[in-house]
């Protein structure tokens, strides 16, 4: 009922920038939170950055100072806006929202998937 769509990733050079985005769309009431989470070859879906409907947000430590999660709350988009890029960057890239349906149940989905690799 909700769904995630992804865009914006690539490969790109050490210390260079990208910007991906996720738009969320269907019987949507509101969302309570949107953010990014990475998953590299053999390890675990991680927590990249977050962002509230109220602007709070949470990020890794590996990515603080790099990376930021703009949101435009009337477009129920979210951004991850992705600065001096390193190699251990590399990994598919999830979009997820929290919210509740117009029915008034809650829920929580996960968009596709959307590659970056970060190399020379």
């Known amino acids: 009922q909700v769904q995630l769509v992804e865009s914006g990733g690539g490969l790109v050079q050490p210390g260079g920038s990208l910007r991906l985005s996720c738009a969320a769309s269907?019987?949507?009431?509101?969302?309570?939170?949107m953010g990014w989470y990475r998953q590299a070859p053999g390890k675990q879906r991680e927590l990249v950055a977050a962002?509230?409907?109220?602007?709070?947000?949470n990020y890794a430590d590996s990515v603080k100072g790099r990376f930021t999660v703009p949101r435009a709350n009337a477009k129920n988009t979210v951004y991850l806006q992705m600065n001096s890029l390193k190699p251990e960057d590399t990994a598919v890239y999830f979009c997820?929202?929290?919210?509740?349906?117009?029915?008034?149940?809650?829920?929580?989905?996960w968009g596709q998937g959307t590659q970056v690799t970060v190399s020379s």
């Open positions: 997820n929202a929290e919210g509740s349906l117009v029915a008034g149940t809650k829920f929580a989905s």
């Open positions: 269907g019987s949507i009431f509101s969302i309570y939170a």
């Open positions: 962002i509230t409907s109220g602007g709070r947000t």
